[in-house]
C-alpha cells in the first residue's frame, strides 16, 4: 500500500523549513523510526523519521527546497501488516497539521473568534482592546506576544477576520521598534553597505536558519533589555580533585563536567532568589515568578549556539544532570536535537572555559532574566590572611536584567554560586 510521508508538526511556532540532507533513495527499505531526511526550521534541524517500515517510492522534494508542515516529502510502499503495526505509536508524528492544531485547547475562547470577511481588519483589530473583545489568535501566536511582552490586542491581524499570525508579531515589534527611533538595528535594517568590490574580492554565502535566529535573539535582547554584567570568582580546587576522581570510575557518558556541576549549583541558587528565575511581564506590568526551573546550557556546534533545556534541575542530583547534559549536548552537535528540548528555559549557562578566556558579557535570554557566563579557570595566588597561595580559580559573569534584578541582588546571588562552589554543603542546607 502506498502512503505519503509528511512533514509532521514539531514544535509550537515552526510551519516551515529548508530540507538539508536526504537521508535515503528511492528503493531504499526503511524501517519504522529511521530517518528520512533531515529538516531546518529556525528553531533546530530536525531528523524526520518514516512512520512505518517499507521501500521509498518516490523522493518529492530537492536537498535544499523550502517545505512545510504537511507537505508531502516521499512516498513508502508499506506491507499492510507494518503499518498496522506501526499506526498507533506514530499517529501523533504523522498526523496533519490541521488536525494537530484542533488538538490544542488552551485559551479556547481565543480559537473560536471569527470576524465577517466583510469587516475591515484594521477596525475589527484596533477595535478590541476593552470592549471585551478576545484577539483571533492561535494559542503559540499568544504565547509568542506574551513572551515578546506585548499586548496581543494591539496587534493588527493580516489573516481572516483579522487573525494574528507569528508573522502579525513579528511585524508589530518591528514597526514599534523603528516608531520608537530606536538607534539600533533589528535583524532586518541595517545601514546600506558599502561597495565592497572597490577593495577586493567578496564571497555571499546564505545564512543558515539558526544563524537567522540568533540573530533576531541577540538583537531583540541586545536592544530592549537595560543589562548589567557583575563578575566574581570561585576558589575550585577541592571540586576539581573529586570531579577528577569522580571521573576515573565513571562511563563516558556519565562523566561530571564543570557544567553539570554549575547546573545544579545555579538551581539551588535560583531556589534561594526566586526573582533570577523569573520574567518580565510589561504589558501587565507583572513579574512572572516560575516555580520550575529548567536550565539552558549553551552548545558551541558547527550550525551555530543552540541552547538546549535540562528540566527540573532541582530535582535532579548532579549523575542525573552530567548524564542528562552528555546526551543533550552529544544531540545537540550532531544536529539530531527537537526543537521541544530547546524550548521552556528560566536560566541559562555558557560554560565557555573549555576554549579560554578570562571573562565576557553574555546576553541575556529574553524572556529570561539572567544568564551565568564561565570563563577558564587557571591558578593564581589567592592572599590567605597570611600569604599568597596557589588557587585553582574560576571566573564567573552573571548578567542579569536591570528591570527586574538590583546590582546587589545581583552580587549577592553570583557570591552565594561562589560560594556554593567553595563549600558544595551550601548546596544541602536547605529542604529541597
Ligand atoms: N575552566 C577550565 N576548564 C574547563 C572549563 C572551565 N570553565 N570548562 C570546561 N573545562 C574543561 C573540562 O574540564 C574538560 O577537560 P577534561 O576533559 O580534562 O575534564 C574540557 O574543558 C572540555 O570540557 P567539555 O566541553 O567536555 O565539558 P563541559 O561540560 O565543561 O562543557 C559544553 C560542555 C556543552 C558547555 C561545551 O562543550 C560547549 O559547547 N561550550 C561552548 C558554549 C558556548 O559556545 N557559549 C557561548 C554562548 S554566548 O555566545
Known amino acids: 500500500m502506498k502512503q505519503e ?44 523519521p518514516s512512520p512505518f517500515a517499507g521501500e521509498i517510492k518516490e523522493i518529492c522534494v530537492d536537498l535544499g527546497a523550502e517545505v512545510a508542515i504537511g507537505d508531502v516529502v516521499m512516498v513508502l510502499e508499506t506491507s499492510e501488516n507494518s503499518q498496522t503495526q506501526t499506526e498507533e505509536d506514530t499517529a501523533a508524528s504523522v498526523m496533519p497539521v490541521t488536525e494537530a492544531a484542533e488538538e490544542v485547547t488552551e485559551e479556547p475562547v481565543a480559537e473560536v473568534v471569527s470576524e465577517p470577511l466583510s469587516v475591515p481588519k484594521q477596525q475589527v483589530v484596533e477595535n478590541l482592546p476593552g470592549q471585551g473583545h478576545i484577539a483571533a489568535a492561535a494559542p503559540s501566536v499568544r504565547r509568542l506576544a506574551r513572551e515578546l511582552g506585548i499586548d496581543i490586542h494591539q496587534v493588527p491581524g493580516t489573516g481572516i477576520g483579522g487573525r494574528i499570525s507569528a508573522e502579525d508579531i513579528n511585524t508589530y515589534v518591528s514597526r514599534r521598534m523603528r516608531q520608537a527611533g530606536s538607534q539600533v538595528a533589528t535583524a532586518d535594517i541595517q545601514r ?23 540573530a533576531e535573539v541577540m538583537t531583540y535582547a541586545w536592544s530592549t533589555i537595560p543589562m548589567v554584567t557583575q563578575q566574581d570568582e570561585a576558589i575550585i580546587g577541592p571540586v576539581e580533585e573529586f570531579r577528577k576522581t569522580f571521573n576515573k570510575k565513571a562511563e563516558p557518558n556519565t562523566r561530571l563536567t564543570m557544567t553539570a556541576f554549575l547546573t545544579k549549583v545555579c538551581a539551588v541558587a535560583l531556589k534561594t532568589f526566586p526573582e533570577f528565575n523569573s520574567t518580565l511581564d510589561l504589558a501587565n506590568h507583572e513579574l512572572i515568578r516560575h516555580d520550575f526551573i529548567n536550565i539552558g546550557v549553551a552548545v558551541d556546534t558547527p550550525a551555530g549556539l543552540l541552547v538546549p533545556v535540562i528540566r527540573e534541575v532541582d530535582r535532579k542530583g548532579i549523575e542525573t544532570i552530567a548524564t542528562e547534559l552528555n546526551t543533550l549536548a552529544e544531540k545537540t552537535r550532531e544536529r539530531k536535537i527537537g526543537p521541544s528540548e530547546l524550548e521552556g528555559g528560566t536560566f541559562t549557562i555558557s560554560n565557555l572555559g573549555g576554549i579560554g578566556g578570562t ?6 535570554y529574553a524572556p529570561q532574566v539572567a544568564i551565568l557566563g564561565v570563563s577558564k579557570a587557571g591558578i593564581k595566588p589567592v592572599w590567605d590572611g597570611a600569604e599568597f597561595v596557589p588557587q585553582l580559580v574560576l571566573p564567573l559573569c552573571l548578567t542579569y536584567d536591570h528591570r527586574v534584578i538590583d546590582g546587589a541582588a545581583g552580587a549577592r546571588f553570583l557570591r552565594w554560586i561562589c560560594q556554593a562552589l567553595e563549600n558544595p554543603l551550601n548546596l544541602v542546607m536547605k529542604d529541597e
Open 5 to 48: 510521508i509528511n512533514i509532521p508538526e514539531v514544535s509550537e511556532g515552526v510551519t516551515s523549513g529548508t530540507v538539508v540532507a536526504l537521508s535515503v533513495e528511492p528503493g531504499d527499505q526503511v524501517v519504522p523510526d529511521q530517518t528520512l531526511l533531515e529538516w531546518e526550521t529556525d528553531k533546530a534541524v530536525v531528523a524526520i
Open 192 to 214: 546600506p553597505l558599502p561597495d565592497f568590490s572597490r577593495f577586493g574580492q567578496s564571497h555571499r554565502q546564505p545564512l543558515s536558519k539558526v544563524r537567522q535566529l540568533t
Open 359 to 364: 571573562s565576557f558579557t553574555p546576553i541575556v
